[in-house]
């Protein structure tokens, strides 16, 4: 929530715009970890559903937002976006997404030591070593910036022309 002039609600920090160096330091992480994903071959589109997925188990709008427009220019589909809270029952997922998928869900979510383990099993399976890796580092750093826009509060504002 923020103000008219888009200043944080009151008793809301910034915590990009108060500690920079610490927010870059982020920002280089994530550039290392989208090399890193690139490297071991996963596709932007596979990369934005592991940052949509992990963002909508944190609740974070703010994510939401820039990862939605970004999985659309990297040529989502609006139907696989409406359904990926519910991925595991419908089809429209290969199973490399999937094995992504709860991968990124078990990395969020480490509480559940035996769903993590039938990820990680699942994913042994499928994703190769490189793969697995990318994708454990593409959750952890997309719950990180979450945490970030989540205890900032950062809004998600109407992009639309007015008129």
């Given at each position: 929530?923020?103000?008219?002039?888009?200043?944080?609600?009151?008793?809301?920090?910034?915590?990009?715009?108060?500690s920079?160096?610490?927010?870059?330091?982020?920002?280089?992480?994530?550039?290392?970890?989208?090399?890193?994903?690139?490297?071991?071959?996963?596709?932007?589109?596979?990369?934005?559903?592991?940052?949509l997925?992990v963002?909508?188990?944190?609740?974070?709008?703010?994510?939401?937002?820039?990862?939605?427009?970004?999985?659309?220019?990297?040529?989502?589909?609006?139907?696989?976006?409406?359904?990926?809270?519910?991925?595991?029952?419908?089809?429209?997922?290969?199973?490399?997404?999937?094995?992504?998928?709860?991968?990124?869900?078990?990395?969020?979510?480490?509480?559940?030591?035996?769903?993590q383990?039938?990820a990680?099993?699942?994913?042994?399976?499928?994703?190769?070593?490189?793969?697995?890796?990318?994708?454990?580092?593409?959750?952890?750093?997309?719950?990180?910036?979450?945490?970030?826009?989540?205890?900032?509060?950062?809004?998600?504002?109407?992009?639309s022309?007015?008129?």
């Amino acid at each position: 929530m923020s103000d008219a002039a888009g200043a944080p609600a009151v008793g809301r920090v910034y915590l990009d715009k108060q500690s920079p160096q610490a927010y870059h330091a982020l920002v280089r992480t994530a550039e290392a970890v989208r090399a890193t994903a690139a490297d071991a071959g996963l596709d932007r589109l596979l990369v934005e559903l592991v940052n949509l997925r992990v963002s909508q188990l944190n609740g974070c709008a703010s994510c939401l937002d820039v990862h939605t427009r970004a999985a659309l220019r990297a040529g989502e589909t609006t139907r696989r976006l409406g359904v990926l809270a519910a991925w595991r029952d419908t089809e429209l997922f290969t199973a490399r997404e999937r094995a992504a998928l709860a991968l990124a869900e078990a990395t969020t979510h480490p509480s559940d030591a035996l769903a993590q383990e039938r990820a990680y099993e699942e994913a042994r399976r499928t994703l190769t070593d490189d793969e697995l890796s990318a994708v454990i580092w593409v959750a952890i750093a997309i719950n990180a910036f979450n945490r970030v826009s989540i205890l900032s509060k950062h809004p998600v504002r109407d992009a639309s022309p007015t008129a």
